[in-house]
């Protein structure tokens, strides 16, 4: 049973046309609490407020949290799903076990969201590359200053009516290709969302940009030949028809939107090759014209296409800096599942 506290105050709506990526928040929020003694307990929706924490608690002082993402939708018919909910909270228990985080019942949690999101349904836009973005995250709370596994968390999922995750939409980005700082290791933490990931970016993204780049792309941290994932985003590259991206070797995020794209390639006939890429691969296939197209993929960006590469200071053209025609089939086919407008053959939508 999930306890609900209505807010007194409601907010003004954003108008879908002005959306922006994280800006604009819910009137409710859900959360649940973990004690040794208790274990996860409380599920409870209230209002979107802050939190109080002691100066002393460890996820403020060690990081010990994790967090997913994941989006829900309304169509023509004002018809609500999300998209594959449950496959990120088995990979947020995943992320659970690396940071040393108690486990939650999914079906307890999925009953809070469901909740959640029908009570904020007003709060969905529609317009064409729109969602409700959903945040759960899961933060230590002990006052304590010492390394130790927390023995109390908190659990919170907050909403958030979203547009496209880059400026400019659905236009190709440009990525440089990142050569001194890495971003994960072999036995690190690569392959789960937790936060100190993007904290460690943070200097390459700022470089990136200064230089006129959107993104980082990653390269491995023991050889730094191999690419790995951007910033928010798997890769792909498109060489001689051959669709390849990053193995799971457990330095990336093994990410969902990745797993439906390549299904929705082999479906389509496409070869689909998991496996170590090298940056010198990529580079000698651009500069002998056997390079296709590249995109990225995630839960934010959807499906991005890429239009600029710069390694060691040399900048290279993709797809003469056009979407190419694989990157827009899938833009389109994962989009029109998730809105409703092609067939979800797959059963991925859970519908509320």
């Not at 209505?6 to 959360?31: I, Q, R, V, W, Y």
């Not at 960006?301 to 899938?330: F, H, R, W």
Request: proline share 4%; hydrophobic share 40%.
């Amino acid at each position: 049973m999930i306890n609900v506290t209505l807010s007194k105050n409601l907010k003004k709506k954003p108008a879908e046309d002005k959306l922006k990526f994280g800006k604009n928040f819910t009137d409710h929020m859900f959360l649940m609490d973990y004690s040794t003694e208790k274990g996860w307990h409380d599920a409870r929706i209230v209002p979107y407020a802050p939190f109080t924490l002691e100066p002393s608690a460890l996820v403020l002082h060690y990081a010990q949290e994790i967090f997913e993402g994941l989006k829900a939708f309304k169509d023509d018919n004002d018809n609500i799903t999300m998209f594959r909910p449950r496959e990120n909270f088995a990979r947020m228990n995943r992320s659970a076990d690396r940071l040393c985080i108690p486990n939650f019942d999914v079906d307890v949690v999925m009953e809070g969201l469901t909740e959640l999101i029908k009570l904020e349904k007003d709060w969905i836009p529609k317009s064409e590359g729109t969602a409700l973005y959903v945040r759960p995250f899961i933060i230590a709370t002990d006052p304590y200053l010492g390394v130790k596994v927390a023995e109390n968390f908190i659990f919170c999922i907050i909403l958030s009516p979203v547009g496209a995750y880059y400026a400019n939409g659905f236009a190709p980005v440009s990525l440089y290709v990142e050569n001194e700082y890495t971003r994960a290791a072999d036995g690190g933490t690569g392959e789960v969302k937790c936060g100190g990931n993007y904290a460690c970016s943070l200097i390459a993204g700022n470089k990136a940009k200064k230089m006129g780049y959107d993104q980082v792309l990653w390269l491995d941290s023991k050889y730094k030949k191999n690419i790995e994932e951007v910033g928010s985003m798997n890769m792909f590259v498109v060489i001689n028809g051959e669709v390849l991206t990053a193995s799971l070797d457990g330095t990336i995020l093994p990410g969902i939107t990745r797993k439906s794209i390549i299904q929705i390639l082999k479906d389509e006939g496409y070869k689909v090759t998991e496996r170590k890429i090298s940056v010198d691969e990529i580079i000698t296939a651009l500069e002998n014209g056997k390079f296709d197209e590249a995109f990225g993929t995630g839960t934010a960006a959807v499906v991005s296409p890429v239009g600029k590469l710069c390694y060691n200071d040399k900048e290279y053209i993709v797809g003469d800096g056009k979407t190419g025609k694989i990157t827009q089939m899938l833009y389109d086919r994962l989009t029109g599942i998730q809105k409703g407008k092609y067939a979800d053959k797959y059963n991925w939508l859970y519908k509320i």
